[in-house]
């Protein structure tokens, strides 16, 4: 049984850094970083493969890093130059098979979650 938890959101103004942490336990093929902000469906942000291979929605690249610490089964967001826009709930996801990478950014994709971290950013 895979368990994750989240941890590091907070409130941030437009230009600041968070980093969300996400505690994993369990075998995991495939970690995920999902945001959901009111009223909008949760979005795919970053994900990371056993491959080492990183995959980014395309409002987050080059501000957003996703990694991971094997030794500690510990998952990592590093946000930098946060916007407004990216206020939400931020949830990490894990997978225990493969996924072709056009579908790694897909929620139903995934068949565990945390219970989520909230981050808000202030312009």
């Known amino acids: 049984q895979v368990q994750l938890v989240e941890s590091g959101g907070g409130s941030v103004q437009a230009g600041g850094s968070l980093r969300l942490s996400c505690a994993v336990s369990?075998?995991?093929?495939?970690l995920a970083w999902f945001r959901q902000a009111p009223g909008k469906e949760r979005e795919g942000v970053a994900v990371i493969g056993n491959d080492g291979n990183t995959n980014y929605v395309d409002s987050v690249k080059g501000r957003f890093t996703i990694s991971q610490d094997n030794a500690k089964n510990t998952l990592y967001l590093q946000m930098n130059s946060l916007k407004s826009e990216d206020t939400g709930m931020y949830y990490c996801?894990?997978?225990?098979?493969?996924?072709?990478?056009?579908?790694?950014?897909?929620?139903?994709?995934?068949?565990?979650w945390g219970q989520g971290t909230q981050v808000t950013v202030s312009s």
């Open positions: 369990g075998y995991t093929y495939i």
């Open positions: 996801a894990a997978g225990t098979m493969y996924l072709a990478w056009w579908a790694r950014l897909r929620p139903s994709k995934y068949n565990y």
